[in-house]
């Protein structure tokens, strides 16, 4: 539950002399849109990779099962890769830091180039709140996402681990 993470953070930070500031520093980090965004946004995608990631732990797998499993999956996470989905998640966050007394979501600070680098303020394009989340967030992650899964179940190396799967298996004598 939110509001008792956040009570008892505020009670250490309160009254704790050793994780006191630690406490504080950590309520801080959490109390955030972005924070609560992410945590909320990350929920979403695990709910929807958690059956195939339960049968992949599965003793009775069938590789073929998991090929159309994986693609699946993959489907749903590219599905989740537009406008209407990315609107959804902002408003539904919207809601929970409204209840929560969460902060308004803010745009993050401009990076300083190191001086080595020639230093001055890195140029940042001027966008929306809301555009920032969406680009460097949501489809960011969600395109990292996409791109990992489909590498990692290529149809070619399924074929190979459903043709082992098929093969006899040899016991030592």
């Given at each position: 539950c939110w509001v008792?993470?956040?009570?008892v953070l505020e009670d250490i930070s309160e009254?704790?002399?050793?994780?006191?500031?630690d406490a504080n520093a950590?309520?801080?980090s959490i109390n955030t849109f972005e924070f609560l965004f992410c945590i909320y946004f990350l929920k979403n995608i695990l709910l929807l990779t958690n059956i195939l990631s339960?049968?992949?732990q599965s003793s009775s797998i069938i590789y073929?099962?998991?090929?159309?499993?994986?693609?699946e999956?993959?489907?749903e996470l590219c599905n989740m890769r537009c406008e209407e989905s990315f609107n959804n998640t902002w408003n539904e966050v919207d809601i929970l830091r409204k209840q929560y007394n969460v902060s308004s979501p803010i745009l993050p600070r401009k990076q300083k180039i190191p001086a080595k680098l020639g230093g001055g303020l890195k140029e940042v394009e001027n966008t929306?709140?809301?555009k920032h989340y969406k680009i460097n967030i949501y489809f960011a992650v969600l395109d990292n996402i996409i791109n990992d899964m489909s590498e990692r179940f290529e149809e070619n190396n399924l074929y190979i681990l459903n043709c082992m799967q098929n093969t006899p298996k040899h016991t030592q004598h």
């Open positions: 008792c993470l956040v009570c009254n704790d002399a050793v994780y006191g500031s950590l309520l801080k339960k049968y992949l073929s099962n998991v090929q159309s499993m994986a693609k999956t993959i489907q929306t709140i809301n």
